[in-house]
């Protein structure tokens, strides 16, 4: 596949293959979270945004498999570093303390393992001072061990914000406020306070700023004289520097300062969850960056292909086996792809191609002005348009699909774009005509108060 010349090519979708294969997919597996019946055939040519279903169809896919595949398909800084390294049975060793060794010196190894891969990591992050980093699988694992080890150094009680998603393990769902769907019937760790997540533009109307005695919600709560939490009893405040899953919302820079106050004056760690916008997706290195907020913890996972916790070692507990995970740290597969991918990421010219795309993207839809879109935010390419309501947004979501475009929802009724970090001009210009013609859609325009089939946020 040419991805110079490459567009999308659909006969239907979903067609007959997809169906078998999402139907047999279905005869064992747990229901999960739908998004649509895309089969994705890894037999057949992709790059880039560009792959092919089972059927044939040619589709562009602008999820970036929700920031997971922060390059797309096949991207050749990553594919040709893969290729040189020569592949072991096992691939996994059991966790961060079992060591494998890539050939050559640890410095300058044949083959990239975890330990390279906690270089690279603290590499990015010593602008925070955070020297020290614990492995897992997964980003719910990440947001754990985080959790944990600021719980391990102080207090039971916690601050999260509206709208916030942080993972589906009980931990980390105790922390979300996205969907009800996600915790309902679900055992929580108990002391967990909710703020709202202040994105608004100008004065502020979401209830984070108050007429009391600190002026937002947090810091009244934590006043020595008049709030009704002990800043002593409070072990983090966990927040993500763009909203993923609530919406795409970006914060108000007057409550980062708040936030940054509050962490000062009562010295409580801040976790930055930068699993969906970390690692160049909004045009720096991590979503934090875009703040003046030093966070006492990073979190990451997707495009890093294994998860990870950075923090300073001060903040790690000392004794052994207080943190350990069997396979965690040890996927010798995923940590060379880490290591290939961070090298992508930090080469010349991609985060400045971020920020020019993401610019260009929100030109275009600001010129088109389409119908039924209330907003267009966000950063880099992590990019939100939101719909006047729920079903319009799922539809639209749909006649995408049946023109070759991959898109997602996430909040309420909002659609996320998430093109590869290396996504060029004309891949944007011919991913956003497919886009706005989709919006103009009958079946679109139509659109009323029933409900369309199926939930697109993942």
């Not at 006043?223 to 002990?230: Q, S, T």
């Not at 749909?398 to 996320?416: D, I, M, N, Y």
Request: net charge negative; hydrophobic share 35%; proline share 5%.
């Amino acid at each position: 596949m040419d991805r110079e010349t490459a567009e999308p090519s659909v006969r239907s979708m979903p067609g007959e293959k997809a169906e078998q294969w999402v139907n047999y997919h279905h005869e064992h597996a747990a229901p999960s979270t739908y998004v649509y019946e895309f089969v994705w055939d890894i037999t057949e040519d992709a790059a880039g945004p560009f792959c092919t279903d089972v059927d044939g169809n040619v589709l562009m896919d602008f999820t970036s498999h929700v920031a997971a595949a922060p390059f797309g398909y096949n991207n050749p800084k990553i594919m040709d570093r893969l290729e040189e390294f020569d592949l072991v049975d096992p691939s996994k060793i059991a966790g961060q303390d079992f060591y494998a060794s890539g050939g050559g010196s640890p410095e300058d190894p044949e083959t990239p393992t975890s330990t390279q891969l906690l270089d690279r990591l603290t590499d990015l992050t010593e602008h925070y001072d955070l020297d020290t980093v614990f492995l897992s699988n997964t980003g719910a694992e990440a947001v754990e061990n985080a959790i944990k080890i600021c719980y391990a150094n102080r207090g039971h009680r916690a601050f999260t914000f509206d709208g916030a998603f942080h993972g589906r393990t009980l931990g980390a769902l105790s922390l979300n406020r996205s969907k009800t769907a996600h915790r309902k019937g679900y055992p929580e760790i108990g002391g967990v306070v909710s703020a709202p997540y202040c994105s608004c533009e100008g004065e502020c109307t979401c209830g984070w700023k108050t007429n009391g005695p600190a002026g937002n919600v947090v810091a009244d709560k934590l006043h020595p004289k008049r709030g009704v939490v002990d800043p002593e009893e409070v072990a983090y405040l966990i927040m993500e520097p763009q909203q993923g899953e609530g919406g795409y919302r970006v914060p108000n820079e007057d409550f980062i300062a708040d936030i940054v106050d509050i962490q000062q004056t009562y010295d409580i760690p801040v976790i930055s969850d930068e699993i969906q916008a970390g690692l160049g997706r909004t045009g720096e290195l991590w979503g934090v960056d875009h703040t003046d907020l030093d966070p006492d913890v990073i979190t990451s996972a997707k495009g890093l292909r294994v998860g990870a916790t950075v923090a300073n070692e001060e903040l790690f507990p000392s004794e052994t086996g207080r943190l350990s995970s069997t396979w965690g740290a040890g996927d010798i597969v995923a940590a060379a792809q880490g290591v290939a991918t961070i090298d992508a990421i930090t080469s010349d010219g991609v985060l400045d191609n971020v920020t020019a795309r993401g610019r260009q993207a929100k030109d275009v839809l600001h010129d088109a002005d389409p119908d039924f879109v209330e907003d267009v935010r966000g950063r880099g390419l992590m990019l939100a348009v939101e719909f006047d309501t729920k079903e319009r947004r799922e539809a639209v979501v749909h006649a995408c699909l049946e023109r070759g475009l991959l898109v997602l929802g996430c909040g309420h009724k909002t659609l996320r774009l998430l093109p590869p970090l290396d996504v060029t001009e004309r891949e944007i210009d011919l991913a956003l005509d497919i886009f706005l013609d989709a919006i103009d859609d009958p079946e679109v325009r139509h659109v009323g108060a029933s409900k369309v089939d199926g939930e697109s946020a993942v």
